[in-house]
Protein backbone atom coordinates (compact mmCIF):
# COMPACT_ATOMS: atom_id res chain seq x y z
CA UNK A 1 0.00 0.00 0.00
CA UNK A 2 0.99 3.35 -0.38
CA UNK A 3 1.64 5.38 2.44
CA UNK A 4 4.20 7.36 4.50
CA UNK A 5 6.57 6.31 6.37
CA UNK A 6 8.47 8.26 9.12
CA UNK A 7 12.09 6.41 11.08
CA UNK A 8 12.94 5.66 13.63
CA UNK A 9 9.50 5.51 15.76
CA UNK A 10 11.25 6.72 18.70
CA UNK A 11 14.69 8.77 19.27
CA UNK A 12 16.34 10.04 22.20
CA UNK A 13 18.88 12.68 21.67
CA UNK A 14 21.28 14.42 24.06
CA UNK A 15 20.64 18.18 24.56
CA UNK A 16 21.98 20.05 22.11
CA UNK A 17 23.12 17.06 19.91
CA UNK A 18 22.09 17.18 16.44
CA UNK A 19 19.80 14.85 15.48
CA UNK A 20 17.93 13.80 12.00
CA UNK A 21 14.70 12.82 11.37
CA UNK A 22 13.61 10.92 8.07
CA UNK A 23 10.55 10.71 6.09
CA UNK A 24 9.63 8.77 2.83
CA UNK A 25 6.36 8.37 0.57
CA UNK A 26 5.22 6.09 -1.97
CA UNK A 27 2.57 8.06 -3.15
CA UNK A 28 4.62 10.42 -5.41
CA UNK A 29 2.66 13.47 -3.94
CA UNK A 30 4.42 16.67 -4.70
CA UNK A 31 4.12 18.24 -1.17
CA UNK A 32 5.19 16.94 1.98
CA UNK A 33 4.59 18.78 5.79
CA UNK A 34 6.64 18.10 8.75
CA UNK A 35 4.36 18.65 12.18
CA UNK A 36 5.46 18.97 15.69
CA UNK A 37 2.74 17.69 18.11
CA UNK A 38 2.98 17.85 22.04
CA UNK A 39 1.15 15.79 24.64
CA UNK A 40 -2.45 16.67 24.25
CA UNK A 41 -2.06 19.19 21.64
CA UNK A 42 -2.92 20.16 17.75
CA UNK A 43 0.02 19.57 15.47
CA UNK A 44 1.55 22.48 14.17
CA UNK A 45 3.08 22.91 11.02
CA UNK A 46 7.09 23.65 11.05
CA UNK A 47 7.42 23.44 6.91
CA UNK A 48 6.07 22.42 3.74
CA UNK A 49 7.34 21.30 0.58
CA UNK A 50 5.86 22.36 -2.74
CA UNK A 51 8.08 19.91 -4.76
CA UNK A 52 11.24 21.29 -4.06
CA UNK A 53 9.86 24.97 -3.34
CA UNK A 54 10.63 25.19 0.75
CA UNK A 55 8.00 27.15 2.79
CA UNK A 56 9.01 28.34 6.55
CA UNK A 57 6.28 28.87 8.97
CA UNK A 58 7.24 32.36 10.60
CA UNK A 59 7.41 30.92 14.06
CA UNK A 60 9.73 27.91 13.55
CA UNK A 61 12.96 28.39 15.39
CA UNK A 62 15.94 28.71 13.42
CA UNK A 63 17.09 25.34 15.30
CA UNK A 64 15.03 23.60 12.87
CA UNK A 65 15.74 22.83 9.38
CA UNK A 66 14.48 20.60 6.34
CA UNK A 67 16.11 19.20 3.27
CA UNK A 68 14.26 17.12 0.56
CA UNK A 69 16.64 15.61 -1.42
CA UNK A 70 13.69 14.55 -3.81
CA UNK A 71 10.09 13.77 -4.40
CA UNK A 72 10.20 10.57 -1.83
CA UNK A 73 12.10 11.62 1.14
CA UNK A 74 12.39 14.69 3.28
CA UNK A 75 14.46 14.80 6.77
CA UNK A 76 14.43 17.02 9.92
CA UNK A 77 17.06 18.25 11.12
CA UNK A 78 17.37 19.91 14.75
CA UNK A 79 20.79 21.57 15.10
CA UNK A 80 20.45 21.82 18.78
CA UNK A 81 18.24 20.42 20.72
CA UNK A 82 16.67 21.74 23.72
CA UNK A 83 14.22 20.35 26.47
CA UNK A 84 11.48 21.93 24.78
CA UNK A 85 11.61 20.36 21.41
CA UNK A 86 10.90 16.83 22.86
CA UNK A 87 7.86 15.92 20.68
CA UNK A 88 5.95 14.03 18.42
CA UNK A 89 7.40 14.78 14.97
CA UNK A 90 4.90 14.02 12.34
CA UNK A 91 5.83 14.28 8.19
CA UNK A 92 2.32 14.00 5.56
CA UNK A 93 1.91 14.61 2.05
CA UNK A 94 -0.76 15.37 0.10
CA UNK A 95 -1.97 16.39 -3.78
CA UNK A 96 -0.55 20.19 -4.98
CA UNK A 97 -3.49 22.33 -3.94
CA UNK A 98 -6.62 23.06 -2.51
CA UNK A 99 -8.96 20.35 -0.77
CA UNK A 100 -6.08 17.51 -0.84
CA UNK A 101 -6.35 15.61 1.93
CA UNK A 102 -2.97 14.85 4.05
CA UNK A 103 -1.68 11.52 4.20
CA UNK A 104 0.33 11.00 8.36
CA UNK A 105 3.21 9.18 9.06
CA UNK A 106 3.18 7.36 11.89
CA UNK A 107 5.41 9.95 13.93
CA UNK A 108 9.07 10.34 15.18
CA UNK A 109 8.56 10.48 19.02
CA UNK A 110 11.84 12.63 20.32
CA UNK A 111 12.97 12.75 23.61
CA UNK A 112 15.83 14.60 24.96
CA UNK A 113 18.29 14.26 28.02
CA UNK B 1 -5.17 31.74 14.02
CA UNK B 2 -6.08 28.23 14.95
CA UNK B 3 -9.89 26.97 14.87
CA UNK B 4 -11.59 26.62 18.09
CA UNK B 5 -12.89 23.38 18.85
CA UNK B 6 -15.64 22.21 21.53
CA UNK B 7 -15.87 19.91 23.22
CA UNK B 8 -12.81 19.28 24.53
CA UNK B 9 -13.38 16.01 25.24
CA UNK B 10 -16.58 13.96 25.60
CA UNK B 11 -17.66 10.24 27.08
CA UNK B 12 -19.96 8.53 25.25
CA UNK B 13 -21.77 4.59 25.61
CA UNK B 14 -21.33 2.57 22.66
CA UNK B 15 -24.13 3.13 20.24
CA UNK B 16 -24.70 7.22 21.65
CA UNK B 17 -24.44 10.32 19.82
CA UNK B 18 -21.84 13.28 20.02
CA UNK B 19 -21.07 16.30 17.81
CA UNK B 20 -17.79 18.40 17.68
CA UNK B 21 -17.99 21.46 16.77
CA UNK B 22 -15.12 23.86 14.86
CA UNK B 23 -15.43 27.64 14.45
CA UNK B 24 -12.99 30.07 13.00
CA UNK B 25 -13.04 34.07 13.38
CA UNK B 26 -11.81 33.96 9.77
CA UNK B 27 -13.23 33.32 6.29
CA UNK B 28 -13.02 29.74 5.56
CA UNK B 29 -12.47 27.95 2.38
CA UNK B 30 -12.74 24.50 3.36
CA UNK B 31 -12.75 22.45 6.36
CA UNK B 32 -10.77 19.06 7.00
CA UNK B 33 -11.47 16.21 9.67
CA UNK B 34 -8.96 13.54 10.86
CA UNK B 35 -8.94 11.36 13.80
CA UNK B 36 -6.24 10.46 16.02
CA UNK B 37 -5.93 7.31 18.10
CA UNK B 38 -3.23 7.08 21.10
CA UNK B 39 0.60 7.17 19.30
CA UNK B 40 -0.67 6.76 15.93
CA UNK B 41 -0.72 8.85 12.63
CA UNK B 42 -4.08 11.37 12.18
CA UNK B 43 -5.90 9.51 9.67
CA UNK B 44 -8.05 11.65 7.28
CA UNK B 45 -11.86 11.39 7.57
CA UNK B 46 -13.76 13.85 5.05
CA UNK B 47 -13.46 17.67 3.77
CA UNK B 48 -16.26 20.05 3.41
CA UNK B 49 -16.15 22.48 1.15
CA UNK B 50 -19.08 24.49 0.22
CA UNK B 51 -21.33 26.55 2.79
CA UNK B 52 -24.29 24.48 3.98
CA UNK B 53 -22.36 21.14 2.37
CA UNK B 54 -22.52 17.80 4.22
CA UNK B 55 -20.75 14.68 4.11
CA UNK B 56 -20.65 11.36 5.41
CA UNK B 57 -18.09 8.07 6.55
CA UNK B 58 -19.49 5.72 7.51
CA UNK B 59 -21.65 7.12 10.05
CA UNK B 60 -19.86 9.74 11.08
CA UNK B 61 -21.27 13.17 8.88
CA UNK B 62 -20.50 16.60 8.78
CA UNK B 63 -21.65 19.86 8.02
CA UNK B 64 -20.03 22.87 7.01
CA UNK B 65 -21.88 26.26 7.59
CA UNK B 66 -20.15 29.37 5.87
CA UNK B 67 -22.34 32.49 7.26
CA UNK B 68 -20.95 30.84 11.16
CA UNK B 69 -17.56 30.08 10.15
CA UNK B 70 -18.21 26.43 11.73
CA UNK B 71 -18.24 22.84 10.88
CA UNK B 72 -19.64 20.61 13.62
CA UNK B 73 -19.19 16.79 13.39
CA UNK B 74 -21.57 14.19 14.04
CA UNK B 75 -21.02 11.06 15.51
CA UNK B 76 -23.95 8.61 15.11
CA UNK B 77 -24.73 5.63 17.21
CA UNK B 78 -20.81 5.63 18.07
CA UNK B 79 -18.87 2.38 17.64
CA UNK B 80 -15.90 1.67 20.26
CA UNK B 81 -14.01 2.50 17.06
CA UNK B 82 -15.12 5.80 17.15
CA UNK B 83 -12.40 6.66 20.46
CA UNK B 84 -9.67 9.09 19.71
CA UNK B 85 -8.72 12.76 19.45
CA UNK B 86 -10.49 14.31 16.60
CA UNK B 87 -9.34 17.56 14.66
CA UNK B 88 -10.52 20.15 12.11
CA UNK B 89 -8.03 21.51 10.01
CA UNK B 90 -9.37 25.24 8.05
CA UNK B 91 -8.01 25.75 4.91
CA UNK B 92 -7.92 29.38 4.05
CA UNK B 93 -8.28 30.15 0.22
CA UNK B 94 -4.76 31.73 0.27
CA UNK B 95 -3.30 29.18 1.94
CA UNK B 96 -3.12 26.71 -0.42
CA UNK B 97 -2.51 23.36 0.99
CA UNK B 98 -1.79 24.66 4.77
CA UNK B 99 -4.23 23.84 7.44
CA UNK B 100 -4.53 25.27 10.78
CA UNK B 101 -5.41 22.55 12.75
CA UNK B 102 -7.80 23.21 16.31
CA UNK B 103 -7.51 22.28 19.37
CA UNK B 104 -8.96 18.80 19.61
CA UNK B 105 -11.91 16.91 20.61
CA UNK B 106 -11.37 13.64 22.59
CA UNK B 107 -13.56 11.38 22.35
CA UNK B 108 -14.05 7.70 24.47
CA UNK B 109 -16.66 5.56 23.72
CA UNK B 110 -17.40 2.68 26.70
CA UNK B 111 -18.92 -0.27 26.35
Known amino acids: DAMVIQNPRYQVTQFGKPVTLSCSQT?????MYWYQQKSSQAPKLLFH???????NEADTPDNFQSRRPNTSFCFLDIRSPGLGDAAMYLCAASEIGTLQPQHFGDGTRLSIL | QQPVQSPQAVILREGEDAVINCSSS?????VHWYRQKHGEAPIFLMILLKGGEQKGHDKISASFNEKKQQSSLYLTASQLSYSGTYFC????????????FGGGTRVLVKP
Open chain 2, 89 to 100: GTEMRAAGNKLT
Open chain 1, 27 to 31: LNHNV
Open chain 2, 26 to 30: KALYS
Open chain 1, 49 to 55: YYDKDFN
